[in-house]
């Protein structure tokens, strides 16, 4: 939920880490509080959506993440679906312990809505080891999954 990524915040707001500083993966630039704007502007989408489903992705990877969002893309065409690309987002959790925390409270979205399931970003049939966390809980929550290579 938004008020997970506001707590979160709120918990590193003393961490030495300049907080205002530009988050980049590969050419990819966006501020911290606009990634905060979009998880809070994704749970409202996500409430008022029949369909929510998740991806999963390896962050660090510029073609794993342009497959995600064309991903995101091509499936919120249809009406009632919301696609939660946790890399837009919660990214400022990424690599700490709170980021599958927050994937799960959205995979638990997706369990509870009609026919959602986990897009698996691949390439060569390859994971990182977040993805195989993140595979887990779909998996224990019975969320069917689809590969998406690229």
């Not at 008020?3 to 980049?24: C, F, G």
Request: proline residues 5%.
């Amino acid at each position: 939920s938004s008020s997970s990524i506001d707590e979160w915040m709120v918990r590193n707001a003393s961490d030495p880490t300049p907080k205002s500083h530009i988050l980049q993966a590969e050419g990819l630039a966006v501020t911290e509080p606009e990634l905060r704007s979009r998880g809070k502007v994704g749970d409202e989408i996500a409430a008022s959506s029949k369909t929510i489903h998740i991806i999963s992705t390896q962050s660090e990877n510029k073609r794993a993440v342009e497959k995600a969002l064309a991903t995101k893309s091509k499936h919120e065409k249809e009406s009632d679906v919301h696609v939660c690309n946790p890399y837009e987002e919660f990214s400022v959790a990424r690599g700490s312990p709170e980021w599958l925390q927050l994937w799960a409270q959205r995979a638990d979205r997706v369990k509870n809505s009609s026919h959602g399931m986990c897009f698996v970003m691949k390439r060569n049939g390859v994971m990182d080891p977040t993805q195989e966390a993140e595979l887990r809980i779909a998996a224990l929550q019975g969320i069917p999954t689809m590969d998406v290579e690229y």
